[in-house]
């Protein structure tokens, strides 16, 4: 405090009608002031430190990430059992008929398992080959494993790297 706001209270000043252990109270600074204004501030702040949590994990939205998958690789190995079902000795109509419903509906379970996996990552499916740079999450194995097909990805990492 300042020499100018210091309040020097003689006992000569004090009206006698004033007891005197008021006025000892009036010339010294109130500790509970101080003590009520830390506890306000102190509130103030864990408010607004409150209500900014729960604005950042209640209404903003994440952005949305990408993840690649490699469909060429599903492919490769779908056209594997394709072919697999119709170089085999003695192929009978059966096997014929097997390859084709193969073939037919490998599109559409392609189609289907990658809006499963879009549901699930939340975010932006990319196919592998247009990632140009930057790391992303690659989903081949889990895609390969909604389809019902081995997780392996024949060596490759989990992130696009190249």
Same mark, same amino acid.
């Given at each position: 405090?300042?020499?100018?706001?210091?309040?020097?209270?003689?006992?000569?000043?004090?009206? +006698?009608?004033? !007891?005197?252990?008021?006025?000892?109270?009036?010339?010294? !600074?109130?500790?509970?002031?101080?003590?009520?204004? @830390?506890?306000?501030?102190?509130?103030?702040?864990?408010?607004? $430190?409150? +209500?900014?949590?729960?604005?950042? *994990?209640?209404?903003?939205?994440?952005?949305? @990430? *990408?993840?690649?998958?490699?469909?060429?690789?599903?492919?490769?190995?779908?056209?594997?059992?394709?072919?697999?079902?119709?170089?085999?000795?003695?192929?009978?109509?059966?096997?014929?008929?097997?390859? *084709?419903?193969?073939?037919?509906?490998? @599109?559409?379970?392609?189609?289907?398992?990658? %809006?499963?996996?879009?549901?699930?990552?939340?975010?932006?499916?990319?196919?592998?080959?247009?990632?140009?740079?930057?790391?992303?999450?690659?989903? $081949?194995?889990?895609?390969?494993?909604?389809? %019902?097909?081995? +997780?392996?990805?024949?060596?490759?990492? +989990?992130?696009?790297? !190249?």
């Amino acid at each position: 405090m300042s020499e100018a706001a210091k309040i020097d209270v003689k006992s000569s000043d004090i009206p +006698s009608d004033i !007891p005197q252990s008021v006025a000892q109270d009036a010339a010294q !600074p109130d500790c509970d002031y101080v003590l009520v204004i @830390g506890i306000s501030m102190l509130v103030a702040v864990l408010v607004t $430190t409150a +209500s900014l949590a729960g604005y950042h *994990f209640w209404l903003v939205k994440p952005a949305a @990430g *990408f993840a690649v998958v490699d469909i060429a690789s599903v492919v490769k190995v779908k056209e594997a059992e394709f072919t697999s079902l119709l170089s085999r000795p003695n192929v009978r109509d059966e096997d014929r008929q097997a390859a *084709f419903r193969l073939v037919s509906r490998i @599109g559409p379970e392609i189609e289907h398992a990658v %809006g499963v996996l879009q549901k699930e990552c939340r975010c932006t499916i990319v196919v592998k080959s247009a990632v140009i740079a930057g790391p992303a999450e690659d989903l $081949t194995p889990r895609l390969k494993t909604l389809l %019902g097909m081995s +997780s392996r990805t024949d060596g490759m990492e +989990s992130g696009v790297k !190249p």
